[in-house]
């Protein structure tokens, strides 16, 4: 273990911290973060609709959804381009990179403009479903724009700066809608279609127990070095977005929703996420009557936020990062987590979500009672509740029993002081 650690903390760690700096992770990570607000926006039309199906005379507001959350794929083609430009120092392109990016996601959904001038596609493509797209866009756009900034074009020129400002913003503009007009208008291939396709193993492969355990664990372990799991914003938002929207559509056709791989699942229930990432709450609870006073101290500050699924606190208070004592049974319970909640929500026994709330600081059992609409949620709660304090206990008895140690040499040394 010794070993293993040194390697994480000398070698793993800034390895990763160093290739999550790098812009074309960075630019994905921060334009996930930056769509999060209307996301937000349209789980609380959703939270109100819950309310509104109780109350059917209450006005409908589903429009304020399609704008907001239905713009996903559209909003992301705009912010990965922006953040892409300012991630790599090209700060004379953020706006026009994501407007060029807006003009060439339109293309990707493949339009249709009949000889009346009458402008048709899809409406479903401009969101969640078309947020890889969306990241498509960015990415190509952002390509082309980095290329033809490096060149410099007119750098040494005595044209008016304004001048050469246009022409270096013109080249890369004219190449990206160029190109995308080529390929869609031309060659006639529908980019959405093809993105969608090349992008759907991935998706696939995140719908399944494997999958949905993998990356719930992948998010909980490089959070115990340190690494937030906003991380993986970029891989988990397309699956889990594209998810809940195919279980929101599945019900309005009168279907069963099938996604398990969802942030409301993850996340808005507070199941798997009870306390935060890694399931600290009963760790939390635990600290609040320990029989160390630095333990104990930590536990009743931090607990306020644990019951509403914020774990920072604790994570770097306790600490539970890069610690192993308290690394190891955070990693157990992000297995154990998500493999109770698929395997009841797969086999009826748990009302898997078809409705986009996500707000994950609803304190649980509530959340998940409220998010499948399933009383049966506190029964799942109470069995994770159990299982996670027992996974807890003899790696917190451990640590616990060396704090106290470290606090009685402490006291000992100031005594001789």
């Known amino acids: 273990m010794k070993r293993f650690m040194n390697w994480l903390t000398n070698s793993f760690t800034p390895t990763m911290n160093k290739f999550s700096q790098k812009p074309v992770v960075a630019a994905l990570s ?139 913003n013109i080249i890369p503009i004219i190449i990206s809608i160029g190109l995308t007009v080529f390929l869609t208008f031309y060659l006639n291939i529908d980019l959405f279609a093809l993105v969608l396709l090349l992008f759907s193993p991935i998706q696939n492969f995140g719908q399944t127990l494997t999958g949905f355990v993998l990356l719930i664990f992948l998010m909980t372990f490089f959070y115990t070095l340190g690494i937030s799991h906003w991380l993986w914003n970029g891989v988990k938002t397309p699956i889990f977005m594209a998810g809940i929207a195919a279980n929101i559509a599945a019900v309005e056709a009168g279907l069963a929703p099938m996604n398990i791989a969802t942030n409301e699942a993850v996340f808005t229930a507070g199941l798997i996420t009870m306390g935060g990432m890694g399931a600290t709450l009963t760790l939390n609870l635990l600290m609040c009557f320990s029989k160390s006073k630095s333990l104990k101290t930590v536990g009743r500050l931090t607990i306020l936020p644990s019951i509403f699924n914020i774990n920072e606190p604790i994570m770097y208070s306790a600490p539970i990062v890069m610690n192993p004592l308290l690394m190891v049974p955070m990693w157990i319970n992000s297995i154990t987590g998500p493999l109770v909640v698929w395997f009841t929500m797969r086999s009826g026994l748990l009302n898997i979500p078809s409705k986009m709330i996500q707000v994950g600081q609803i304190p649980a059992p509530l959340s998940s009672v409220m998010i499948t609409e399933d009383l049966r949620a506190v029964l799942v709660y109470v069995v994770l509740f159990i299982l996670y304090l027992v996974t807890w206990y003899p790696f917190f008895k451990v640590y616990e029993k060396q704090r106290i140690a470290e606090e009685q040499n402490e006291l000992q040394l100031d005594q001789l002081d």
């Not at 769509?35 to 507001?61: D, E, K, M, Q």
């Not at 239905?70 to 083609?77: D, I, K, R």
């Not at 797209?133 to 490096?150: C, D, E, N, T």
Request: net charge positive.
């Open 30 to 168: 921060s334009s996930m973060q930056k769509i999060i607000p209307f996301i937000l926006t349209g789980s609380c039309i959703h939270l109100y609709n819950v309310l509104r199906s109780y109350i059917p005379a209450l006005p409908n507001f589903i429009r304020i959804i399609n704008f907001s959350f239905g713009m996903l794929g559209l909003l992301t083609a705009f912010m990965v381009a922006n953040q892409m430009m300012e991630k790599l120092g090209h700060t004379q392109y953020t706006i026009n990179a994501g407007l060029t990016a807006i003009s060439v996601f339109i293309m990707f959904i493949k339009p249709v403009l009949d000889a009346n001038g009458m402008f048709t596609v899809e409406f479903n493509r401009f969101g969640p479903t078309g947020i890889i797209v969306g990241i498509a866009a960015g990415y190509m756009v952002s390509i082309l724009f980095h290329l033809v900034g490096k060149l410099n074009l007119l750098s040494n020129s005595s044209l008016p700066d304004f001048v050469i400002g246009w022409v270096q």
